[in-house]
């Protein structure tokens, strides 16, 4: 399944992977902004991400939308389908963020995380973290959701065990061994992934997660902080359209991988670049704040929270001074003010 001689490495494949190597590497110093708006920026991706990912499957949600419901997912009732779908994909990344390092590729570990994503999913109780049972192959439907054809057929139910079973060792082996770059793996992964279609629904979401736990788990650590599936949704007719010129002959003796590494690569090189500039646009407001307030802001970050009093301490200033600075921090976002009167204290947002 994955061979070193069945890839065709072009110059083009190789620039693409310098590029977000480079990137990788860079993120360390890149990433040096405050926690608050590294969390702010991550919270942002996962708005993005989640909506995203379930509206190229159908959903109906806007980003506002998700993000309302996400503030108050601890309900766990959900009125419609998207909802469901919704609140189970959320959940889903958060595990894959908090635990990528513990959730190795195992058939296990990708069960148990299609279960996680349609744990709200009433109708898809059933089936939920088993593979298929019945045949589903991707079809293309018109305007009044009426059947037009097969796009491509997928594994057939008695084949899909083994199929899984020969992906993931195959996979495991590549990552291990490092005779491909570990995009290229992840890639070929996530592209036969879908050509075997291994559950009855939920493998274009569960395909999107296993990417960036894939991608975590080589070291990518920018990932949760740009979305890969906005991306995705906003090239989707290039989306559908590499899966099947690659999928089309992934069987065959000479498959091509090349449509869909090309689209794989460009897209990761896009969240990438959309990454860079929301790193570039924090770091020039964060530059444009005064003196005074940084140093604010860095004693914050050191400590875990700051004083009007603390900053007399150390600079000297007056009060009166410090307290419009502090104002403005917490007017901007940057602070926020915890207490009233002689017992107020600021901690990073």
């Known amino acids: ?63 506002r939308e998700v993000e309302r419901l996400l503030s108050n997912l601890e309900i766990k009732s959900f009125a419609t389908r998207d909802e469901q779908e919704v609140a189970g994909y959320a959940e889903t990344m958060e595990l894959v963020f908090r635990s990528w390092a513990e959730i190795t590729l195992t058939e296990n570990h990708i069960k148990q995380l299609h279960r996680d994503l349609l744990q709200y999913s009433e109708k898809d109780a059933h089936h939920r973290g088993k593979y298929k049972t019945r045949p589903n192959n991707v079809a293309a439907f018109d305007e009044t959701g009426k059947q037009v054809g097969i796009l491509f057929e997928t594994a057939t139910p008695f084949d899909t065990p083994q199929r899984m079973s020969e992906l993931v060792a195959c996979a495991s082996e590549a990552f291990s061994s490092r005779q491909l770059h570990p995009l290229l793996v992840t890639a070929i992964f996530t592209v036969v992934l879908l050509e075997i279609h291994p559950f009855q629904d939920g493998n274009g979401r569960l395909s999107r997660v296993l990417t960036t736990l894939l991608l975590l788990r080589a070291g990518y650590s920018y990932v949760p902080y740009s979305s890969l599936e906005s991306v995705i949704e906003q090239s989707k007719e290039g989306y559908y359209l590499s899966l099947r010129q690659t999928q089309g002959i992934i069987r065959s003796d000479a498959p091509n991988w090349q449509p869909w590494l090309l689209f794989f690569l460009r897209a990761l090189q896009q969240q990438m670049n959309h990454l860079a500039k929301k790193v570039e646009r924090e770091k020039i407001v964060l530059a444009a704040l005064p003196e005074l307030s940084m140093r604010i802001i860095e004693f914050a ?49």
Request: positive net charge; hydrophobic residues 40%.
């Open 301 to 349: 970050r050191e400590h875990g929270r700051v004083t009007i009093s603390n900053i007399v301490r150390l600079t000297g200033t007056s009060r009166n001074t410090l307290k419009q600075h502090f104002r403005q921090l917490v007017t901007q976002g940057h602070l926020a003010l915890h207490g009233s009167g002689r017992g107020a204290w600021y901690a990073l947002r």
């Open 1 to 63: 399944m994955i061979r070193a001689n069945t890839l065709q490495i072009t110059p083009e494949i190789l620039n693409f992977i310098a590029e977000l190597d480079e990137f990788k590497g860079a993120w360390q110093a890149l990433g040096t902004l405050a926690p608050e708006r590294l969390s702010a920026l991550r919270r942002v991706a996962t708005i993005e991400s989640i909506g995203s990912s379930t509206r190229i499957e159908g959903s109906k949600l806007s980003d």
